[in-house]
């Protein structure tokens, strides 16, 4: 028997659906399951040959599995089609698209984030929503932008995790170890002169260690590379207070890049 349900009940039930994660449709019409034929079952993985760097790696370790992976790539291009092939990360089955890199890959300066937002989940890009034209206008305030061609006023951004974690949770440890060796062959690529590692979960992954308000503004060594740890530019927009530091972390930056 059918049951009509009131405006509150409808609205408590939208509410609760919100707070799992639902926020977005992804089709037109409502799927019925129980039509559904049941899935195929799933093709075993072929043989690796033994001259394949997957083959040297423990294949039931997916953290071994993206070392052999990632070293493997011998360019940029070809590291972001290993990081779109590979299958060990959940993330992946959640997300809308792989955001792996904005920029001038060429650039001195690569700034390393924390992972994908909705925005940026949508348009395949890092740093697009609101914390990423607050960066836009922080790297403008010393010269440098994402759009320069030329490698002196340049940006290459990208971030620990290529995929949108549910509802924008802090990645788990698991899932930075996956992601790692491939950010560690991105920048071993980019070639960057400096990294900046905006944010707790960057300065985790690199410098194995978090307490960004401590770390922030204090040059690093990550990858053979000064490494200058920032705010968050998310974190900015909660705590408008903390953009002196900022400020004063931008002015180190471009000091340090005209000594370089």
């Known amino acids: 028997m059918e049951q009509n349900i009131g ?21 037109e019409t409502p799927v019925n399951r129980y039509d559904l034929a049941a899935a195929p079952p799933k093709p075993r993985r072929p043989a690796t040959p033994a001259s394949s760097p997957v083959a040297a790696a423990d294949t039931d370790d997916p953290v071994d599995i993206a070392r052999a992976v990632a070293a493997g790539a011998g360019s940029l291009e070809a590291l972001r089609e290993a ?60 010269g440098l932008a994402r759009t320069s061609i030329d490698r002196e006023q340049a940006v290459y951004i990208t971030n620990i995790l290529p995929w949108r ?69 998310a974190y900015l927009l909660r705590n408008p207070h903390a953009k002196r530091e900022a400020w004063h972390d931008l002015l180190t930056l471009q000091a340090r890049l005209r000594d370089l």
């Open 7 to 27: 405006y509150r009940q409808a609205q408590a039930l939208l509410a609760w659906q919100i707070e799992l994660g639902v926020d977005e449709a992804i089709g």
């Open 83 to 142: 990081l779109a092939a590979y299958d060990h990360c959940d993330l992946k089955r959640g997300a809308r698209t792989l955001v792996f890199a904005d920029g001038n890959p060429a650039a001195r300066i690569m700034v390393i984030g924390e992972a994908p937002g909705r925005d940026e989940d949508i348009q395949g890009k890092p740093f697009v929503g609101r914390a990423g034209q607050l960066l836009d206008r922080m790297l403008d305030c010393i």
């Open 165 to 233: 974690p549910p509802q924008n949770r802090d990645p788990k440890p698991e899932e930075i170890a996956m992601m790692l060796p491939f950010v560690q062959r991105h920048v071993e690529l980019a070639a960057p002169d400096i990294l900046v590692l905006m944010g707790n979960i960057s300065c985790l992954a690199l410098l194995g260690r978090k307490g960004i308000t401590r770390l922030r503004g204090n040059w690093q060594d990550v990858l053979g590379r000064p490494a200058l740890p920032m705010f968050h530019p």
